[in-house]
């Protein structure tokens, strides 16, 4: 099967302009994530949704950052706008419910290749 | 909240050796300890969990251990080869929610 698909895989911007990432999560994974990845560190939760819910924003700035999955399945997110800080590898990853619920609740969750962002 | 400490930052071993990196963290309720590998400019891949039912798990030459009771986990590779070198993380999740990640262990394989 496919895997997790993001666009671009590299993007470079000046400060302030807007930017938007795009993630296609596996077929039949209803639940999304997005992360950041700052160099040398681990993923960070942005957001979570459950289908086209958002379960878990709480990590997401949102003066300044926004995301949608208006039918379900995949996803943008968006930055504007966007500051030095912002520089990092965004990532999305994807889950199943349906497959936590045979497995008890755990969450194995598969990511996208990620994109790469360079604000100058 | 969940937090998850891992260390070493970096580890250098011989070709050959054995590798360890441990994890601890600090929600009771987490139950679910999954380890991913990281190559340079690569996804994030999932290469063992462990459940908090079980105190152990191998798989092939890597092994994950799990203490609950002094909430730390590791990881262990034996036999280590040049394709072991990347970033390791260490993550905890409670059940059906959010993945929190360490910050990561640089593996180098010496020659």
């Known amino acids: 099967e496919a895997g997790v698909v993001q666009s671009p895989r590299y993007k470079i911007i000046e400060k302030k302009q807007p930017v938007a990432f795009w993630c296609n999560p596996i077929s039949g994974h209803n639940t999304l994530y997005w992360y950041r990845q700052n160099l040398g560190q681990g993923p960070e939760l942005l957001i979570r949704?459950?289908?086209?819910?958002?379960?878990?924003d709480s990590q997401l700035p949102k003066d300044r950052f926004s995301a949608e999955r208006l039918k379900g399945v995949d996803s943008t997110l968006k930055i504007q706008p966007a500051e030095l800080g912002d520089s990092a590898v965004y990532l999305c990853a994807s889950s199943s419910s349906t497959q936590r619920g045979l497995a008890g609740g755990y969450n194995e969750q598969f990511f996208g290749p990620g994109t790469r962002l360079t604000v100058l | 909240g969940e937090n998850v400490e891992q260390h070493p930052s970096t580890l250098s071993v011989q070709e050959g050796d054995s590798a360890v990196i441990k994890c601890t963290y600090s929600?009771?309720?987490?139950?679910?300890f999954p380890w991913y590998k990281q190559e340079l400019g690569k996804r994030p891949q999932l290469i063992i969990d462990i459940r908090s039912n079980v105190g152990e798990k191998k798989d092939q030459r890597i092994a994950v251990t799990l203490n609950k009771t002094a909430k730390h986990f590791s990881l262990h590779i034996t036999e280590t080869q040049p394709e072991d070198s990347a970033v390791y993380f260490c993550a905890a999740s409670k059940r059906d929610d959010k993945i929190i990640f360490g910050k990561g262990t640089r593996l180098h394989i010496l020659p």
């Open positions: 929600d009771s309720a987490s139950n679910y």
């Open positions: 949704y459950e289908n086209e819910e958002a379960v878990d």
